[in-house]
């Protein structure tokens, strides 16, 4: 069972960075996406950035140049470098595993960890 833990969050000011980390474990898949989304109060989850297992990467336009994502196989562990953090981009992160096996996709969430940039 594949299982996905993100760590990291926490208070920033405006202007500050944080590290996000994302674990997965028990993945057998060689085919796979991990993404990181984010969801604010009354707001709808949406993606922030991800990387294939072909280190392809993709970002929202609101975080393109300040938010960086990357992989280490080695570790099972994905990051999300954020900088230049804006209050906007206080909300709860996910982690997000699709695996591709036989032309199916299998999809696994963390629990989410808290980002709050205060103004």
């Known amino acids: 069972q594949v299982k996905v833990v993100e760590s990291g969050g926490g208070l920033v000011q405006a202007g500050g960075s944080l590290r996000l980390s994302c674990v997965v474990s028990?993945?057998?898949?060689?085919?796979?996406?991990i993404g990181w989304y984010r969801q604010a109060p009354g707001k709808q989850r949406e993606l922030v950035a991800d990387?294939?297992?072909?280190?392809?990467?993709n970002y929202a336009d609101s975080v393109k140049g300040r938010f960086t994502v990357s992989r280490d196989n080695a570790k099972n562990t994905v990051y999300l470098q954020m900088n230049s953090l804006k209050p906007e981009d206080t909300a709860v992160y996910y982690c997000?595993?699709?695996?591709?096996?036989?032309?199916?996709?299998?999809?696994?969430w963390g629990q989410g960890t808290q980002v709050t940039v205060s103004s």
């Open positions: 028990g993945s057998t898949y060689s085919i796979n996406t």
């Open positions: 997000n595993f699709q695996g591709v096996y036989r032309s199916l996709k299998h999809t696994y």
């Open positions: 990387i294939s297992s072909g280190d392809s990467t």
